[in-house]
């Protein structure tokens, strides 16, 4: 069981920034994967970034040179910094960790509002 708590959403101004932090509730250096998503009103959740565990990386198409996700297993913290805010950025934000295959799991976080006023 891994447990994961999101901080760092609030209120910003188009063009300003903001970074979110992801906690895990264990050492996040077996996680193969470890991700941010998001899902805004009416809308499916889409990936945003996601991170492995040796540093491959994958962005969506609509952040890709704003938004940068990292990951610090000494501490356990998955984090993405976004950058250059758009009104269409708003969403509630949740952090994710994966693995695949017969000892796979999914867990998720509670989610974090991110609201980018124009």
């Known amino acids: 069981q891994v447990q994961l708590v999101e901080s760092g959403g609030g209120l910003v101004q188009a063009g300003g920034s903001l970074r979110l932090s992801c906690v895990a509730s264990?050492?996040?250096?077996?996680?193969?994967?470890m991700g941010w998503y998001r899902q805004a009103p009416g809308q499916e959740r889409e990936l945003v970034a996601l991170?492995?565990?040796?540093?491959?990386?994958n962005y969506a198409d609509s952040v890709k040179g704003r938004f940068t996700i990292s990951r610090d297993n000494a501490k356990n913290t998955v984090y993405l910094q976004m950058n250059s805010l758009k009104p269409e950025d708003t969403a509630v934000y949740s952090c994710?960790?994966?693995?695949?295959?017969?000892?796979?799991?999914?867990?998720w976080g509670q989610g974090t509002q991110v609201t980018v006023s124009s």
């Open positions: 991170m492995t565990t040796i540093g491959i990386t």
């Open positions: 264990r050492n996040i250096f077996s996680i193969p994967v």
């Open positions: 994710n960790a994966k693995r695949t295959g017969v000892l796979g799991f999914d867990y």
